[in-house]
């Protein structure tokens, strides 16, 4: 089993509509959550961290569920800007070693 | 100016040869990492390091070793490649948020073919 796990897509979804990827991670351990964006060819950037209470920033949503182990990321009112790779990202373990387990990425084509 | 660099941003070479890919940092970070990146396996750990005299081993370091020469610059070298080494190398670097948060900053990656 993956240590962290992402449907790899691709979604295709028209412009304005709201989408969702979830992910799911193995080590109950982990501290810290993100969601990192990728365009084609290019280097991971950070989009957001993932608090315990969920949060906001924008038109992103992110929601944490320790109980089931997963972690979700909801898009509104999508942009053709949107179009990328999303990262689901965990640190390895309790402590803050800065080692992130990178999931392998969901793709998202927004279409106008 | 990038706040992290890697060069070269493209690379051939043959079955054999030791090849070096280097990366430098503006962003006076401790932390550095190296990492590749597969398609349909995301970006896998080769080395990190938390500062100068700190070096260590990730998921994937066989066949890799690098250096960290200054605070600033960490050096990734295939001292004998091999087509499976063929891949897209990110460098990133980070420092501690408060609270334990920590986010990582990326290069823009060497895209590297082994003969």
């Known amino acids: 089993r993956k240590e962290v796990e992402q449907d790899p897509g691709p979604f295709n979804v028209p412009e304005g509509a709201t989408v969702a990827f979830n992910c799911t991670y193995s080590n109950s351990a982990s501290q810290s959550f993100f969601w990192y964006r990728q365009d084609c060819r290019k280097e991971p950037k950070l989009l957001m961290s993932v608090y315990s209470s969920g949060n906001e920033d924008g038109r992103f949503t992110a929601q944490l569920n320790r109980a089931s182990q997963y972690i979700s990321l909801l898009i509104r009112d999508s942009k053709l800007s949107d179009s990328a790779t999303y990262l689901c990202?965990?640190?390895?373990?309790?402590?803050?070693?800065?080692?992130?387990?990178f999931g392998q990425g969901t793709t998202l084509q927004v279409k106008p | 100016d990038a706040d992290v660099t890697q060069t070269p941003r493209n690379r051939i070479t043959k079955t054999g040869k030791r090849i070096m890919l280097e990366c430098s940092q503006t962003?006076?970070?401790?932390?550095m990492y190296w990492y590749r990146q597969d398609p349909g396996l995301g970006l896998r750990l080769i080395y990190y390091?938390?500062?100068?005299?700190?070096?260590n081993k990730g998921e994937i370091s066989d066949g890799y070793s690098v250096s960290r020469q200054a605070q600033a610059k960490f050096s990734l070298s295939l001292e004998s490649a091999i087509p499976n080494q063929t891949a897209l190398y990110f460098c990133a670097t980070s420092d501690l948020h408060r609270g334990g948060q920590e986010t990582q900053y990326f290069g823009p990656g060497t895209r590297l073919l082994v003969l």
């Open positions: 390091s938390f500062d100068v005299k700190d070096i």
């Open positions: 990202v965990v640190n390895e373990g309790s402590s803050n070693t800065g080692k992130l387990i």
């Open positions: 962003k006076g970070h401790d932390r």
